[in-house]
């Protein structure tokens, strides 16, 4: 009677000696597939790493255009040179028009605002 390896398709005459290469067989086939997906995620990893890097350096490149874009309407010109003396004007800021003294207006007291009749803007 033949015995055959499921694995590698190895005939042996006799159970013992299929059962030993069977063991070494299964092993190999493990370590050669976790290579395999290794291999493959570690490729997979590099395409994503190659394109993080590609989006960086066109965020990059957009970046430094906008950047030379406000320049430009702020009366600026590019890195390093200068087209007006000028400097841009200021905004003004406006005073914060929140509670005063420290005072917060709560949740329950638009409830209340709200049910008198008055809504939030």
């Not at 570690?42 to 320049?71: F, N, V, Y």
Request: hydrophobic share 25%; proline share 3%.
């Amino acid at each position: 009677m033949r015995f055959k390896c499921e694995g590698c398709l190895k005939e042996y005459n006799q159970d013992a000696p299929l059962k030993r290469h069977r063991a070494k067989c299964q092993a190999l086939n493990t370590l050669f597939s976790q290579g395999l997906t290794r291999a493959r995620e570690d490729a997979e990893q590099k395409i994503l790493d190659a394109k993080e890097l590609e989006r960086t350096l066109q965020g990059e490149d957009a970046e430094e255009i906008d950047e030379d874009e406000l320049a430009r309407e702020q009366g600026y010109g590019s890195e390093g040179s200068e087209d007006s003396g000028a400097e841009p004007e200021q905004e003004e800021t406006q005073p914060d028009l929140g509670p005063e003294d420290g005072e917060e207006i709560g949740d329950d007291e638009d409830e209340e605002r709200e049910e008198a009749g008055f809504s939030a803007l």
